[in-house]
């Protein structure tokens, strides 16, 4: 997974190629440009945005920060710098920050629904080939929390896993003594069923997965009697709409990639000064 300096990299020079065509052409001059909001939202991606103006060498000063709200007609950042430093970031330096500012300001409307619930919100991996660290970092900044960042941090038994599993108490026993200490197991589980099996599999979460806030319920009642330690997770077809049932279901945590997929970007615009 590449670092910011490396990815900024990567995404400047896809955008300038070879260089651009208008750099031999302009006056060298120094101009100054406003980053200006068309539209409400949370602002993330300054970090990103930040390294573009020291990748191109101008000056990029913040008048808002990464997880703080703007409004549409607030000016976000005042850039100073040549003139042709500025129009080669300009694509690059407003993809980002709309991006992921539009997934921040999704997953705060999503968060502002589990208000008064302890209910986590969390992203999964459904994220943009490439831009997995880019875009749950935006998540953060909406106040959301990550989920898995890759197959190397929890052992997630899905459906697909359990065809290849024979005996789940007995696969759970065998990972406990290889995968590392720190490492949680987990199920996803799509009936009470396999519910039960998996809480008397001694596993560290399960996830109720597409199953209604009643099912859910029913899960959390049976846990909170007899395994109180095991962390409940509801996730599949989390929307806007029905969030609030399944947080009233008592569970600890609700995932959705919808905080990501269903993000849309929000509308930015460099401004030169006269």
């Not at 000016?75 to 330096?93: K, P, Q, T, W, Y």
């Not at 997934?103 to 208000?115: E, F, G, S, V």
């Not at 909406?142 to 197959?151: A, P, Q, S, T």
């Not at 190397?152 to 007995?170: G, P, S, V, Y």
Request: glycine share 6%.
């Amino acid at each position: 997974m590449l670092g910011i300096k490396e990815f900024v990299r990567e995404v400047v020079l896809e955008d300038i190629g070879r260089g651009d065509l208008f750099f031999d052409l302009a006056p060298k001059k120094e101009l100054q440009a406003r980053i200006v909001a068309k539209s409400d939202g949370v602002l993330s991606g300054v970090i990103y945005a930040r390294e573009v103006a020291n990748l191109l060498n101008f000056k990029a000063s913040f008048l808002i920060e990464d997880r703080e709200s703007f409004k549409k007609g607030d000016v976000i950042a005042l850039l100073d710098g040549e003139v042709n430093a500025l129009l080669s970031a300009e694509r690059s330096f407003l993809n980002l920050l709309q991006h992921s500012s539009g997934i921040a300001t999704n997953t705060k409307r999503y968060k502002d629904k589990l208000a008064g619930f302890n209910t986590k919100l969390l992203d999964t991996r459904k994220t943009r080939p490439a831009l997995r660290k880019f875009e749950k970092y935006s998540v953060k900044n909406g106040g959301g929390m990550n989920h898995r960042m890759g197959l190397d941090t929890c052992l997630m038994i899905k459906d697909t896993h359990l065809k290849a599993i024979d005996n789940l108490a007995e696969f759970v026993k065998v990972a406990r003594d290889n995968i590392t200490f720190t490492s949680r197991i987990e199920i996803e589980c799509d009936n009470f069923t396999l519910a039960k099996e998996a809480f008397e599999a001694d596993v560290d979460i399960i996830m109720c997965d597409n199953l209604s806030p009643e099912q859910v319920k029913e899960i959390v009642d049976y846990r909170d009697k007899n395994y109180p330690n095991v962390m409940l997770e509801a996730s599949g077809n989390i929307t806007l709409e029905n969030i609030v049932d399944y947080a009233k279901s008592g569970v600890d945590a609700i995932s959705s990639g919808s905080l990501i997929h269903q993000a849309t970007w929000l509308d930015l615009s460099m401004k030169f000064e006269d």
